[in-house]
């Protein structure tokens, strides 16, 4: 005989996700599934079929997350209506509920709200009433840059706009003299996204550790920025994005082809895990701060010009140059023409109670070095990199040889012996950068990292950072010439050896001739040093300088001259050698353009002019996969061989004009037109294997590619396109444009979708 089950008391249950999404500045993300920020209460609604009363009944709610919750770790909680839970007195994280003062007998609603210092990720509410258990539901839970106890607060709602919620961005790029900008579409909105950059949480090492530590901590946003900043890359775990610095790029893209995250995450998801081919500096930073501000941690995209690689942690970046025949040491040391990492907005308790290195934090995800065994860095905060604090975490020394290293100039002699040339504390790191709030234009933020170079100030700091530095490793000597002894003791060691194929290049065999310097002039005989043994009396002044006859462009011939100017009395007699290599933009030379030797006399008080050219002929092919021309004039006295002056010139060059623009109307779900235009700018060469690809996030899911026919010299080519926008607002559309001879020369444009 069938006999009905009993009634449950549980009518059904509302998660209202609709509501709270807008509440909790997550509708962006989804409006159908429950995703809440910590710290703020939200929305639920439990109707029943007996009159609830809390003077009479109890209602009790668990909140668990990950495999093992536990109350002493945040990762469970009991809590209720009326709060009579029998907690464990250890239980930390706990959350409440109230009775929304529209609740009635038959529909209970409740105001749930998770600490603010809740571990971010996926949690169970179940609920209990009169002996009878339910899943009430499950949500997400992520930080709440808007709650004041929140680590990752920011006062300003406009700052919150640009740092969390925007999903287009800007990344500046090129060298020290030619900053240029690409748009970067963060899309961390996206489909997927909580998923994807929860399951990059779960894969991290930590986490296959000790699973039950790893979900605890993410109430901690220093310890997920830096499981983060490790997960971007594919070294040592199931990371993100394999980084290459040099052809062949096989098996993957170049990595100037990307214009945004979303296409790296959602493809890094669907095929398991495994590495997308390939990264450089600026997508692994762009990558990062996808998933930050998907987070909720307050994120953004730092570039730094003339940026030094310190590769054995001595805040010197040694250069060794060849007395005549002999072969320079391996330098393991490098500058790149920019390097780009990422910044995120927390607190920073565990350093200073009084708040004092709060704020900015720099994480930098491109593999570079090691950090306790993982190549991952930070949070460093900028302040301590201000004030050189190297001796605290993380990462911190790393980070301030990026933006003020000392450069040293070695010659090495034939009998092995070094001789210290030219020192230079200016050199490294200019032009700090990132977007402005609201605007596209360029936001120099340098003072956040150090004091003005040639400051007293500045200094002080780079010898506090030393001391700090030397005395947290226990060296005890700190003069110049025991640091260079000693970091040829550290090159040796396994840590500085180990180099996986992926690794920047500044980690290869270096090659012979390493010639680097300041768009000016640098004399490079003569001791700046005095207590240095060797010393050589200063050379008459000459100075040197490139200039530019006209803009350089991809496509045409390129012209600068070098002047040069003497204040010595008498005539000089020079031997000058041009040389142009291209360039990437870590510093490594992949290939000489040209090589010229001129004789010249350099009048007293009067500039020399040396016209250069570089045919585009000679150029097109070896800077295909390169960032930057350098040009070097190395002029020798030929009465005094041993006068001997550099100057050196990184020269970006300028893309071909690329134009896109939509030509209708655009509303969601309803088909867009438009147009890209592209001449060719070479007189004597067919473009060949052109295609065009079209993204934005808002505007097309996938990445859409239109194969195009050769392009013949100085024509005009002309593309209508179409697509459907699925999200409203201001969106970016980026065009890319490859063939044979010009490589991922972008175009965006703005499109207002209307809902
Ligand atoms: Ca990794
Ligand atoms: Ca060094
Ligand atoms: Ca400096």
Redesign the pocket.
Known sequence: MARSAPESVFRGVDLNPMSNSFLHHTNEISVDQLIVRRGQPFKLTLNVAQPFNPKLHQLHITAKTGEIPTEKQGTLSLFGVPDVSTRSPSAIAVWKADLHKYSSPLTVILMVTPPAVTPVGRWNLTVKLGGEEMLLGKLVVLYNPWCPDDWVYLKDEKEINEYVLNEQGVIFKGSNNYISSMDWDFGQFEEQMVDICLTMLDLNLKHEKDPADDVSARCNPIYVSRVVS??I?????R?VLMGRWGPPYIGGHLPSHWSGSYPILRRWFNIGAYPVKYGQCWVFAGVMCSVMRLLGIPCRVVSNFESAHDNNANLVIDEYHADYGVRPKANHDSIWNYHVWVEAWMRRPDLAEDGAFDGWQVLDPTPQEKSAGV?CCGPAPVKAILSGETDLKYDVPFVFAEVNADCIDWLVKADGSKVNIFSDSARVGHNISTKSIGSKERWNITDNYKYREGTDKEREVYNNAITKHYSKTDDEETDKNAVIEEDQEEDESEDNVAVEDEDPPSDEEEDDEIEEGNETGRETTGSIDAENPISISPPPPVTMQFEKVSPPRNGKDVRLKLVLRSESSSVRSLSINISVQATRYNGFPAMTIQTEVKDKRLQPGRDLSIPITVPFSAYHKPMVDCDSMKVSALVKDKKTPYNTYLAVDDIVLIDPPISVKVTTAAKVNQSVKGEVIFMNPVTTEMLTNCTLSFSGTGLMKNEAEIKLQDLKPYNRLHVYFSFVPYKSGKKTLVVDFDCSTFRDIKASCIVNVQP
């Open positions: 490790a997960m890359n594919c070294q040592d775990d990371g190549y």
